[in-house]
């Protein structure tokens, strides 16, 4: 059964830090892409960042680069997502999701649903 496990979420003011945990189980090997969504009151979930755990090759939405950064350890099948300089606009349900490598195909979809598992979610809350 895969799972799928967020935890990190918290209150911070603007300009901190975070760093949210997504515990990833089920799998037998590598062939996954986990991304990481938000989704703000009112407003549509969006694509945050995304590693795949066969190449370490990321992606970040031009929002959040040069603050967010996405890595993986596989001993701990965790994939991190440290959150600096945090602003009030982050301010979000965050969701790490895992999409499943189809053929040979490493790369990470864009589209939120194109993912195959999702976890249950950690609220980050940035105060002013």
């Known amino acids: 059964e895969v799972q799928l496990v967020e935890s990190g979420g918290g209150l911070v003011q603007a300009g901190g830090s975070l760093r949210l945990s997504c515990v990833v189980s089920?799998?037998?090997?590598?062939?996954?892409?986990i991304g990481w969504f938000r989704q703000a009151p009112g407003k549509e979930r969006e694509g945050v960042s995304c590693i795949s755990r066969s190449d370490g090759g990321t992606y970040y939405a031009d929002s959040v680069k040069g603050r967010f950064t996405t890595s993986s350890d596989s001993a701990k099948n965790t994939v991190y997502l440290q959150m600096n300089s945090l602003k009030p606009e982050d301010t979000a349900v965050y969701y790490c999701?895992?999409?499943?490598?189809?053929?040979?195909?490493?790369?990470?979809?864009?589209?939120?649903?194109?993912?195959?598992?999702w976890g249950q979610g950690t609220q980050v809350t940035v105060s002013s």
């Open positions: 999701a895992v999409y499943v490598f189809l053929g040979s195909s490493t790369g990470c979809p864009s589209r939120d649903y194109l993912y195959d598992y």
């Open positions: 089920g799998f037998t090997n590598d062939e996954q892409a």
